[in-house]
DNA sequence: CAAGATTGTTACAATTCGGCGACAATCACC
DNA sequence: GGTGATTGTCGCCGAATTGTAACAATCTTG
């Protein structure tokens, strides 16, 4: 299991330390610094699963921080907690606007960020994480780009490895055409509903085996799913 | 497709387009608007599951909205969560009165208000939350799509699936053809009364078990109900 | 018990929906 | 530029689903 990379930016050493000891202990794989620019060339060099971010900070302010993330490709969509002393409201909301996912207030337990960030993980599809994720005999490495079913290696268009990797995501969960649109092709295209059909045929075919079951579920008139 | 409905009214269009992105991630079909009465209209013309409201908006006012919603039959009962500013306490009070089931204090971080959202969705509707339901042997899990008694998967047409989901949301209540009609099949449909014996009969037939009794109970001259 | 009302059951035609093959357009890679 | 893989769309077909009518069975009431 590859670690999740966090990114740590906090200018109190004391506090600074402990989370990263905390954290490290949980597994994950911390890189700090507490200054704002340096940040962004931490996030820019190697792009972290998750920043948290202290919103009082040398150097560029937190909410210029948070907007330059954002502003960048590699790290537009990677979520942000933010830490914030408990009277600046302003703060909040700038931050909230200006694109983190959730805040904490100062003072707080380390435990209590550590379930925010847990939390925040298991929202941001595991495979992100790089674990490979199984569905009964199948078997997705979204590092190594590989699927297999039962041991065979099964080759798959880029499309359909999406498809595929969407749907282990959650495994037995049933998608209407719509949802797989936005889910596998993304918000803004604007394909025909019954395209997904022709997918899904597509990727039934290239991961059946002789002797092997039918994985993907059809629910008419609702949707597909893939067998738990 | 069994995704549940929200209207978001929100006028500061960072905070709405984060949250909408947010609540669509979490599964929900979200519409938007920051216009009191544009709310009003959209509301009407397709009932949505839940509303946050905010409540300094453009046009008619947060409060004016709620009571509107009230009024009308279609959005009387459907649950309020309301957007207010730490300060105007007033606001609050007046809201709760006029009928809003909860609010949320800005700033808050999207983890709150979702966690809000789903609090109320398991309250009013499970179904929509995503929870299975448990009626006697039945069950019958919405994300899946799939039902079981006793053990035994039973397959089921659409319109049977729905009829069963709408009688395990009330069990052990009478419902009246036409209510039936409204509930199964939506308000617009003109279909003969008659039909929805047949309906209830494939139903008796699909979740059969041999040894088991029907669950499904008639109440001459007034409806079917599903045994509790 | 008879008559009327109400419900159960079956058969059937119409419709809807998903599977599938074909095809042109586009893309990627040499 | 060429070549093969990938992708989005159509249209047809068969199977599942659905609404209705017709008839049988059952209940209610006098």
Redesign the interface.
Known sequence: MSAAKLLLVEDDPALSELLEFRFENEGYSVRCTKDGDDALVLAAEDTPDLIILDWMIEGTSGIEVCRQLRRAKETAHVPIIMLTARED?DD??RG????A???VTKPFSPRELLA?VA?VMR?IRPVLAGEAIEVGDMRLDPVAHKVERAGTPIKLGPTEYRLLQFFMESP???F?R??LL?GVWG?ESDIELRTVDVHIRRLRKAIELDGKKDLIRT?????Y?LE?
């Not at 909230?96 to 694109?99: A, E, I, Q, R």
């Not at 629910?219 to 949707?223: I, P, T, Y």
């Open positions: 409201e909040r909301i909230l606007n200006t694109g996912d959730d805040y925010r939390a929202r037995g969960r049933v209407s719509n949802q936005d918000t629910v008419r008139s609702a949707g799913a738990g």
